[in-house]
């Protein structure tokens, strides 16, 4: 009888333990579900973040390009404002000969 009882013993001990394997691996499996649907909706993120990152980028790729136009029509201004300037000192030193013409014509 001793035999038996420990052979029932040794039997409810490892079907015990093959119970508590079995929900150690039914939490497993819960744990690894949890986590794929976790990583689904990370990779679902990133991948509306990337978007958005690659819209921003292009907005901002297309405000420099509007900035670099900006800049040479600002350098071509003033590269008119300078050419009007020396013009019109051209003109105000060609008036004053001629002024200064007329005056020596007059007394002369």
């Known amino acids: 009888m001793d035999w038996d009882e420990r052979s029932q013993r040794i039997a409810a001990n490892t079907?015990?333990?093959?119970?508590?394997?079995?929900?150690?691996?039914?939490?497993?499996?819960?744990?690894a579900i949890d986590a794929e649907q976790v990583g689904t909706e990370v990779l679902s993120e990133l991948d509306d973040q990337r978007e958005s990152l690659l819209r921003s980028q292009q907005r901002l790729q297309d405000a420099n390009d509007h900035l670099s136009n900006s800049a040479?029509?600002?350098?071509?201004?003033k590269r008119?404002?300078?050419y009007n300037k020396?013009?019109?000192?051209?003109?105000?030193?060609?008036?004053?000969?001629?002024?200064?013409?007329?005056?020596?014509?007059?007394?002369?």
Request: no cysteine; aromatic share 4%; net charge positive.
């Open 15 to 31: 079907r015990n333990i093959l119970d508590r394997t079995t929900a150690s691996i039914a939490r497993s499996q819960q744990i």
């Open 72 to 77: 040479r029509m600002i350098n071509s201004l």
């Open 80 to 82: 008119n404002v300078l």
């Open 86 to 108: 020396y013009l019109l000192i051209l003109i105000i030193l060609l008036e004053v000969l001629i002024l200064i013409g007329l005056t020596i014509i007059k007394f002369i």
